[in-house]
């Protein structure tokens, strides 16, 4: 659900990890990580890393796949294109453009994206993130849920 907010190539990148995540574990092993990235340039020395045992376990989450995908993709990106994307994504949906996120701004952002969810949905989601219950989402409080969804803390990032 969180996923659709953003865009649709980060959105595939998401779908495509949870796709991938055959035991539903939230990460992916050898095995699954090279049935994401087959035989694509790029990823050679990460492949040969893991199967080396450099990277010191077995399986990677969502944020180190986005990490390694992001990085290794030929468009050159770049980890910092997860705080842009969230950047975007915030502005996106802060209509007015105060730096908050209110409840008709986010009931607005998902009724525009067709997600059909009910108004005790839509108020769960906007109460988890707004962490300091004071009616508005602030982009660090945005930040920290999107964040979370993909199973890294917000202060790693920075």
Known sequence: MIEELFDENFQSLIRCFKLNDKDGSGTLNF????SVVGDCEGFED???AWCSGQLGRDCINLKEFLDIVMITAPQECMWENVEREIEKTFADIDIDGDGFIVEEELKLR???LDLLLTPDEQMKLFKDADKNCDGKISFQEFKEKMYSFIGMDCT???
């Open 110 to 112: 998902l009724h525009n």
């Open 31 to 34: 095995a699954e990580f090279k």
């Open 46 to 48: 990460y492949m040969a």
């Open 156 to 158: 790693e990032s920075t």
